[in-house]
């Protein structure tokens, strides 16, 4: 007998788990482009295009490595749409296999289900570690286990002890843990960031491209441009040029926006990591490297580090730990249905009007876009966390769930009541109008805060620290908040729910905002 190996759309890893199970002479591995993982959200084009082409170019270097693979892609006359069928038609057309060997998925849903193959296929299933990352579930857990708070500074001063990045003699370089104090500096004007790489699309890509047009024409996205890398060698060659190109300036700008710039000096390699073709060790050695060969600063290597070594190992563990709760929670009661402007860019808040605009065209935005702006006005405005997840699961081409969820229900909406952020990443106008020159560009003015002309997250701002008032008042992280609300003039506060409930009701209307 022989065994079976499902690789995902998002396991595009030599090194994978389930592929150390198998034995390349007499082993399968199966891999299938299928409806119901293209469309149980309409992921937006460009996310589609990047994970079949980059699972294409996988199965063919699977193949180089001696492999023997069985690929159905989109449109093949077998393709059964979903992966259970799949593999079960692979299953009982070649009667050998006694043993699938597939890593845990990424994503709870999918989990679930694979636990309820067996009688379907009536083969053993084997669900391997996913050793995408540094650290294991279990790590997570220990760590977290006892623990009232599970905050990620925390967790992140532990994997730099455990796995030795940035560390001299047990102690952080620098005597400091954390250098996000200087990474708060807006885009010096006349100061443009390097272009993104683009890669030329090959055959390969330019099928895959028509085939997107074509069957999933309906979905959100532009694709009149695709230049993601799709293969192992392009994804290196991304992190590569991000090292000389970006990173000296990453720190410093991390947290800036800027009118057209939707690069700025970010690492754009969220869409590598998250599919496999990178793994994080990789990337937190190349900057471990760029630290020993001083290629750059320490706040600029740190807050790189801290994105991957903390935050993006943090928000894994902190999923597994919290599903299936957390897709649940709605600490806040928010009930508001999204915008339309979230789908078009059709709304006067020149903010958010770029920040969709880019993640329409791109299937990208950076972390202060999706944070400071949309997420900040999903939170300010009382969307409902079902409606939200959905959207940005759908939009980023790096959107799966254990990263999507706790970063939108726990980061920015507060769904999950603190579980991952102290207080809530809530911000008034003068926030996006110090970190970007966004407000120059705005038909609002950000320095005014009721009428016509007021920039809406200026009273929204108010309106939501008002509306819970009973929720956050006693967090010693937010009494300086209330202190200041406490002194404000109490005519002004009610025009700012007044101009908040006529926002509410246009926005109702869906008449522009
Ligand atoms: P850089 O700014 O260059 O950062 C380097 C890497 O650090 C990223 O590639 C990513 O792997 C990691 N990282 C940074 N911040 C986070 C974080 N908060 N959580 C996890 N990893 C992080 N990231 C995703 O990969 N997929 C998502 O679906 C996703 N959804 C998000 C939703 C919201 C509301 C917010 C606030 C953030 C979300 N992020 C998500 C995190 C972050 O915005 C993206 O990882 C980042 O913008 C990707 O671009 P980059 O590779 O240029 O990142
Ligand atoms: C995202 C995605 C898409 C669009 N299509 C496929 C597919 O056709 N076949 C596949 O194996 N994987 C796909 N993926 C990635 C999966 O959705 C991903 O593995 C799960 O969401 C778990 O993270
Ligand atoms: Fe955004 Fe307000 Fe600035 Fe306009 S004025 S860009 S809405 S923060």
């Not at 705005?442 to 809406?456: F, I, L």
Request: with cysteine.
């Amino acid at each position: 007998m022989a065994a079976l190996c499902l690789l995902l759309g998002d396991q595009l890893n030599l090194s994978m788990s389930s592929l150390a199970k198998i034995n390349k002479e007499k082993d399968y591995v199966i891999m299938a482009e299928v409806n119901s993982e293209a469309t149980y959200v309409k992921h937006h084009k460009q996310k589609i295009a990047f994970v079949f082409s980059a699972m294409r170019h996988f199965a063919e270097l699977l193949k180089e490595e001696g492999y023997k693979v069985h690929y159905v892609d989109y449109l093949h006359e077998n393709n059964q749409g979903s992966l259970v069928s799949q593999v079960q038609a692979f299953v009982e057309d070649n009667n050998e296999f006694d043993t699938l060997y597939v890593a845990k998925p990424g994503e709870y849903r999918l989990v679930k289900e694979i636990e309820g193959w067996s009688k379907a296929l009536n083969i053993e299933i084997n669900i391997t570690e996913d050793n995408r990352f540094m650290a294991t579930e279990e790590d997570f857990s220990n760590w977290a286990s006892g623990k009232k708070q599970l905050r990620m500074e925390f967790f992140y001063r532990e994997m730099r002890k455990q796995y030795g990045y940035l560390m001299e003699d047990k102690k952080p370089v620098g005597d400091k843990w954390n250098y996000d104090a200087d990474n708060r500096k807006k885009l010096p004007k006349g100061q443009v960031p390097p272009k993104p790489d683009k890669f030329d699309t090959d055959d390969i890509t330019k099928d895959v491209i028509k085939l997107v047009q074509s069957e999933f024409n309906e979905h959100f996205g532009d694709l009149n441009e695709f230049h993601y890398a799709v293969t192992r060698e392009q994804a290196l060659l991304v992190l590569e040029n991000f090292i000389h190109q970006r990173l000296e300036n990453f720190g410093s700008y991390q947290d800036a926006m800027a009118q057209d710039e939707p690069w700025m000096y970010h690492s754009h390699i969220s869409f590598y990591l998250n599919s496999g073709l990178l793994h994080a060790k990789e990337v937190l050695d190349a900057a471990q490297n760029a630290y020993d060969n001083q290629l750059a600063p320490i706040n600029a290597i740190e807050g790189f580090i801290r994105q991957i070594l903390g935050w993006r190992e943090y928000v894994r563990g902190f999923y597994w730990h919290f599903m299936p709760k957390l897709k649940t929670d709605n600490f806040l009661e928010a009930k508001r249905a999204l915008p339309n402007f979230y789908w078009t860019a059709n709304t006067d808040m020149n903010c958010l009007s770029q920040s969709v605009k880019q993640t329409k065209e791109f299937a990208y935005a950076h972390h202060i876009q999706r944070l400071m702006v949309l997420g900040n006005f999903a939170l300010l405005a009382g969307l409902h966390p079902d409606e939200v997840n959905e959207w940005y699961l759908i939009v980023y081409g790096d959107a799966y769930e254990w990263v999507e969820l706790p970063n939108v229900s726990g980061m920015i909406l507060f769904s999950d009541g603190g579980n991952l952020a102290s207080k809530p990443y809530a911000a008034s106008g003068s926030y996006i109008n110090k970190m970007s020159n966004y407000c120059s560009h705005c038909r609002y003015s950000v320095k005014e805060k009721t009428g016509e002309q007021a920039c809406p997250f200026n009273y929204l701002y108010w309106d939501f620290i008002q509306r819970h008032q009973s929720r956050f008042e006693r967090n010693p992280r937010m009494a300086m908040i209330y202190r200041t609300m406490s002194k404000m003039d109490k005519k002004q506060l009610e025009y700012m729910q007044d101009d908040a409930s006529s926002f509410f009701e246009k926005l109702a209307n869906n008449e522009k905002v």
